[in-house]
């Protein structure tokens, strides 16, 4: 199972309690750490973090630079973490535009948890799911017959993604808002979407618990007729 999360709502939750943006985005950053092991209690398979998109630089500079901080923060202390939960970590997005000594220590965390298989946790970081689907068309040109699924491979090797990961299976957004943001564009065709509106901070792994229960529910039909059977967590009814 594949579940992607737009982690939305740090400003406003530190807004409401009076605080500075950057403290809500702190609170984000150690939100992320409950999430990691509910989905790691749930057997998700690959979990995928909207963490900076491009869009974000337009923000002003010491945001920005607090959101990379945390990045390379979290990096530095969750990866020895991470190889003893098994847990491969894998940044996407695009890295030309990245300090040098974040970029190093992103090469350093998914060289060290390359072996790891329980989870697969991507973080999305200087990402456009519009800049990688042109870049991807921009190479398949040169491919003969190209498939939908060499296409999602290729998709992965635009992004860094190591390896390329699956279709989503379940898109959550937290904050309240209603909308893609230029997230997993073509990965979330089929995907069933639920938007929360209590802010990243406070979406626990009860409440992650609850989206994955509320997905498992859904009827996934892809375009085709239901059968009387229902849909297990993960699976594609028919």
């Not at 990245?98 to 072996?115: F, K, M, Y």
């Not at 898109?171 to 230029?182: A, C, V």
């Amino acid at each position: 199972m594949h579940t992607a999360i737009i982690m939305d709502g740090n400003g406003r939750w530190a807004s409401a309690r009076n605080l500075e943006r950057a403290a809500g985005h702190r609170a984000g950053a150690r939100a992320v750490d409950g999430i990691v092991r509910a989905a790691l209690a749930a057997g998700v398979d690959v979990l995928t973090l909207y963490a900076f998109s491009a869009d974000n630089w337009f923000r002003p500079d010491p945001e920005v630079s607090a959101l990379f901080g945390l990045l390379h923060r979290f990096l530095a202390t969750q990866t020895e973490r991470a190889l003893e939960q098994s847990i491969r970590l894998n940044v996407i997005g695009r890295r030309d535009r990245l300090a040098p000594a974040l970029r190093r220590q992103i090469e350093h965390s998914e060289q060290v948890t390359a072996g790891c298989g329980q989870l697969h946790l991507r973080i999305a970081v200087d990402y456009s799911a519009r800049h990688s689907l042109l870049e991807a068309a921009r190479r398949m040109a040169a491919q003969p017959a190209p498939r939908a699924e060499d296409f999602l491979q290729l998709l992965g090797v635009v992004d860094h993604s190591q390896p390329a990961a699956p279709e989503v299976d379940l898109l959550i957004r937290t904050g309240g808002e209603r909308r893609l943001s230029d997230f997993l564009l073509w990965e979330c065709a089929y995907a069933e979407l639920l938007f929360v509106d209590c802010p990243w901070p406070d979406f626990d792994g009860a409440a992650f618990a609850g989206a994955l229960a509320e997905y498992a529910c859904r009827q996934r039909r892809f375009g085709r007729i239901s059968q009387p059977t229902g849909t297990a967590l993960g699976g594609h009814s028919p």
